[in-house]
């Protein structure tokens, strides 16, 4: 084969492996030799590679060898109380996933690790990790009854019928209610500071942050807006630990909490609402309830500003928001939507001059106008 037709071989097979798109031989039909199966094993190991994290980050291992690394396979199968072969591998599976570095003098973080995978770290993922494991994992194992029947699967996945299963799943006592508190907190802070300056919201002097939890996402806004007071409403049961979360700089005292709940009790006044991760967890008619609260406590001029990981409108991109719809669909019922697909949701209660900002990290920002 001469170089050019080598070097044409060689880009398509780059463009299967990016796109999955087909190299096809002289008859027009893709063939092992030109269409190797590596894109498919590697979707058939995805599974493989969470578990990998999840059993790691379950065993802190990232927290030990922050605290003593680099450390060798024997030091650490004792330390965390495993077998050295089975520790062994699981180290090496970390190294070939960027999570660990693997040198003679044994294994230590990677700057990747470190930043998001130390239990205590100020962007630790730690507990969404934990969560995805725990209540996430179970969940999946039963994605085919999902799609054929449409329903949520707690009753499969958790022996648990019913809207109980939120509780079930996240609040079930103090311990779980906290982790997942800690997971929305490091899922949302990793990206607070990209959406708080999506937009330039300088103009408004109050803001309500609706299931803000921990307030993550209501601090970053009060470093960003030093003239910018904000309340975080969300249940009793999660306002009265989120002192917890409290930073010690002068933003804190920007930021109030007020226990209820959005679909029953009276909103805050405030000139820009705020829903983050919310109304994923929403199948349409529970949306417009919601939006139809806020649009009547939203005077004319007013914002609203959403936080979520948008759907291209093929929707058929980004993976991590179709990944992340199945999950809300196996949950809640909920799902992920396009920006256009929000634009009519909110038009629908008066809300115009509906924009999007793509900002580069995990998750995405829409503002809009009360007409």
Same mark, same amino acid.
């Given at each position: ?8 071989? $060689?880009v398509?097979?780059?463009? @299967?492996q990016? @796109? ?7 008859d /027009?039909?893709?063939?092992v030799?030109n ?30 060898l /922050?605290? $003593? ?5 024997a030091d650490?199968?004792?330390?965390i ?11 090496d ?10 040198? $003679?003098? &044994?294994? +230590?973080?990677t ?6 995978? *130390?239990?205590?770290?100020?962007? !630790? =993922?730690? !507990? ?6 725990e209540?996430?994992w179970?969940?999946?194992?039963y994605?085919? #009854?999902?799609?054929?029947?449409g329903t949520v699967?707690?009753?499969r ?8 299963h ?24 990793? %990206? ?9 919201l +300088?103009? #408004?002097?109050?803001?309500?942050? =609706? /299931?803000? !939890? ?18 975080? #409403? ?13 930073? @010690? ?6 930021? +109030?909490?007020?226990?209820?709940? #959005? ?5 805050? $006044?405030?000139?820009l609402?705020i829903?983050s991760?919310?109304? @994923?967890?929403w ?5 417009h309830?919601? *939006? ?6 939203c005077?004319? &001029?007013?914002?609203?500003? *959403? ?13 991590? %928001? ?8 196996? *949950? ?23 924009? %999007? ?11 809009a106008?009360r007409?």
């Amino acid at each position: 084969m001469d170089t050019a037709k080598q070097k044409a071989l $060689e880009v398509a097979r780059r463009m @299967h492996q990016k @796109h999955g798109k087909a190299v096809e031989d002289r008859d /027009g039909k893709p063939t092992v030799q030109n269409l190797p199966p590596t894109a498919i094993v590697e979707l058939i190991d995805g599974f493989k590679v969470s578990k990998a994290l999840f059993t790691a980050c379950k065993m802190k291992v990232f927290d030990l060898l /922050g605290n $003593e690394g680099p450390l060798s396979t024997a030091d650490v199968a004792r330390k965390i109380g495993a077998s050295e072969g089975g520790t062994g591998q699981l180290l090496d599976a970390c190294a070939g996933l960027g999570l660990l570095d693997k040198t $003679e003098g &044994g294994y +230590s973080n990677t700057p990747l690790a470190t930043l998001y995978l *130390l239990s205590d770290g100020e962007y !630790s =993922l730690h !507990s969404f990790i934990m969560t995805q494991d725990e209540v996430a994992w179970p969940f999946f194992s039963y994605l085919d #009854f999902a799609v054929r029947e449409g329903t949520v699967q707690a009753q499969r996945a958790l022996g648990t019928a019913g809207e109980d299963h939120y509780q079930e799943s996240f609040y079930k006592n103090r311990e779980k209610k906290l982790q997942f508190m800690r997971a929305m907190h490091g899922h949302t802070k990793v %990206a607070a500071r990209h959406v708080a300056t999506a937009f330039d919201l +300088s103009g #408004f002097t109050s803001a309500c942050d =609706l /299931g803000g !939890s921990t307030g993550a996402l209501a601090y970053e806004l009060a470093r960003q807006y030093p003239g910018l007071k904000v309340t975080v #409403f969300d249940l009793p049961e999660v306002i009265e630990d989120a002192v917890l979360f409290k930073p @010690h700089g002068p933003e804190a005292g920007q930021v +109030s909490f007020v226990p209820g709940d #959005f679909f029953r009790d009276t909103l805050p $006044e405030a000139d820009l609402y705020i829903l983050s991760k919310i109304l @994923h967890n929403w199948p349409d008619d529970k949306v417009h309830q919601l *939006l139809s609260r806020i649009s009547r406590s939203c005077k004319p &001029g007013g914002g609203l500003l *959403l936080v979520e990981i948008l759907l291209d409108e093929d929707k058929c991109r980004p993976l991590p %928001a179709l990944l992340m719809s199945l999950n809300m669909m196996l *949950l809640f019922q909920g799902r992920l939507r396009s920006l256009s697909e929000y634009r009519i949701l909110l038009q629908a209660h008066g809300f115009t001059d509906v924009r %999007a900002v793509r900002t580069g990290s995990i998750l995405d920002a829409v503002l809009a106008t009360r007409a």
